[in-house]
């Protein structure tokens, strides 16, 4: 299909210059493909990651770890200073990128994508809601009354690089349409999980800090009433207001899906509009070539391609391009360096006994394993059978059963709660994360192997359709009209 897409486009006249491999990269994927290519290749660099802090805590390297991750890092102006350690930098600092991504993909489904249509968004919400609500029991079940109560937000989070890097190991063995189940389910999580922050895990607040912030967020809507479309303009003040709820006592991180909300989601041209002024555009560049002209060397063609340029980022939002911009950083960047700095953990949490058998590890395992398993199943099943949704196209129960499981790989937001919750507390820290390594071992293979045995559908089966045309490692079909809808840039 997309070869077909590009020969219509195939320029008949003129030089073409290629490279030796620029046809290997120049084929056109969608939107939803590019996603789910980008979440399975960081979810492998997140598992290496995640395994080079384990082996780096283990070896005579580990004090050296310690000491690097405990070193301040500072920013001074005059009389002002600003000082963190390393370690708060990246939990702090660059995971405040992350959620500004988070808030980006929260903003756009419940605009364009799987969540704006209300029929297609009962399911997912519900299996989410269920999701977080059963494994917080259980961990609370475990932990009432005891030291590790706190840490009850733990199991309650999906890490979607992992669980959309597992799933895209089977291939086209699994719907599409599942795949964008898991993806709004762990969406709607990653809500839940930043109200939980937001709410559970603030300290004491300073009023002060918190009116200055209130400020700031009103200077954004503001300056998106205004019409400022500069996505840098958001920036600065998003910044500014990180600071703001730092000093405030409120989590950080916060300010980026805040700033995510704040950004303009409509495109100045619409698709009319843009064709409009494409063909405009072409028509002026065509009356000032002349034979032999070269681009570089003539102005006038010059300016028409870049006007041509700046068009194409009119067409699109600021939300679009940012998402578009942020993802391959924050997946290959942002999130194995959080891994690296949070994932290094003593081997021996796991070789005794009263290392893994203890309330909070305990607890963590039977919520991510366990709990997501009866609350994601068993709050589809409701809404399913109550006639308030329906299930993914060509999916059955089996397919539902392999996503609960996978949405027990809570690892980069579980850890992420565990250092908020346990702050100062390291036994019980190094516990909530042995028990968050262990939980999304045992959910990611269960889920693999659920998925792996589950019927495949027969459009899969006789190659009907255009599932058959797969990005990358396979992990996702052609889009069809729901993909169109949901638009999600990669």
């Not at 600071?243 to 991180?253: I, K, M, N, R, S």
Request: aromatic share 10%.
């Amino acid at each position: 299909m997309a070869k077909s897409i590009l020969d219509k486009f195939k320029i008949r006249k003129g030089k073409v210059f290629e490279a030796p491999l620029e046809g290997a990269f120049g084929r056109l994927v969608t939107p939803f493909e590019e996603f789910i290519h980008r979440q399975s290749s960081s979810g492998i660099l997140l598992m290496l990651s995640a395994l080079a802090a384990l082996i780096i805590a283990n070896s005579p390297l580990q004090d050296a770890y310690k000491h690097l991750l405990h070193m301040p890092i500072s920013l001074s102006a005059g009389d002002w200073a600003f000082s963190l350690s390393l370690h708060h930098w990246i939990n702090d600092g660059l995971m405040a990128i992350f959620f500004f991504l988070v808030g980006l993909e929260l903003k756009r489904e419940f605009m364009v994508g799987e969540l704006s249509d209300l029929r297609q968004a009962v399911l997912p919400v519900m299996a989410a809601i269920g999701g977080m609500l059963v494994p917080a029991l259980i961990y609370v079940a475990f932990n009432a009354g005891g030291e590790g109560e706190r840490g009850w937000g733990i199991p309650m989070a999906t890490d979607i690089a992992f669980a959309v890097g597992c799933i895209a190991l089977l291939g086209n063995r699994v719907p599409r349409a599942v795949v964008t189940f898991l993806v709004a389910l762990a969406i709607v999580d990653d809500l839940g999980a930043i109200l939980v922050i937001a709410i559970w895990y603030t300290e004491q607040v300073n009023v002060a800090a918190l009116i200055a912030a209130g400020s700031l967020i009103v200077i954004m809507w503001l300056l998106k009433a205004a019409g400022v479309r500069r996505s840098p303009a958001y920036v600065f003040v998003g910044i500014l207001l990180w600071y703001e709820f730092y000093l405030a006592g409120v989590h950080a991180t916060i300010a980026g899906v805040i700033t995510a909300m704040a950004l303009p989601a409509k495109p100045k041209y619409d698709p009319v509009a843009f064709s409009t002024f494409v063909k405009d555009i072409i028509r002026s560049f065509d009356r000032c070539f002349r034979p032999g002209d070269k681009i570089i060397a003539n102005d006038a063609l010059r300016a028409r391609v870049m006007a041509l340029g700046n068009g194409v980022n009119l067409a699109q939002s600021p939300l679009q391009r940012m998402e578009t911009r942020l993802h391959t950083p924050v997946g290959f960047l942002v999130i194995p360096i959080f891994a690296l700095a949070n994932a290094g953990i003593p081997f021996d949490s796991f070789t005794s006994s009263s290392a893994v058998v203890n309330p909070v590890t305990l607890g963590v395992i039977a919520g991510l394993v366990l709990g997501k398993l009866v609350g994601i199943v068993g709050a589809t099943w409701i809404g399913w059978k109550l006639g308030w949704g329906r299930l993914p196209k060509s999916a059955n129960f089996q397919h539902i059963v392999g996503v609960a499981l996978l949405g027990g790989i809570g690892f980069t937001m579980s850890i992420f709660i565990a250092e908020l919750a346990f702050n100062n507390q390291y036994d019980l820290l190094i516990q909530a994360k042995a028990g968050i390594l262990l939980a999304s071992v045992i959910a990611g293979i269960a889920g693999f192997l659920v998925l792996r045995n589950a019927p495949v559908c027969e459009e899969f089966e006789s190659g009907v359709g255009e599932s058959q045309h797969q990005v990358g490692d396979g992990a996702a079909s052609k889009a069809d009209s729901v993909n169109e809808r949901t638009g999600r840039p990669g």
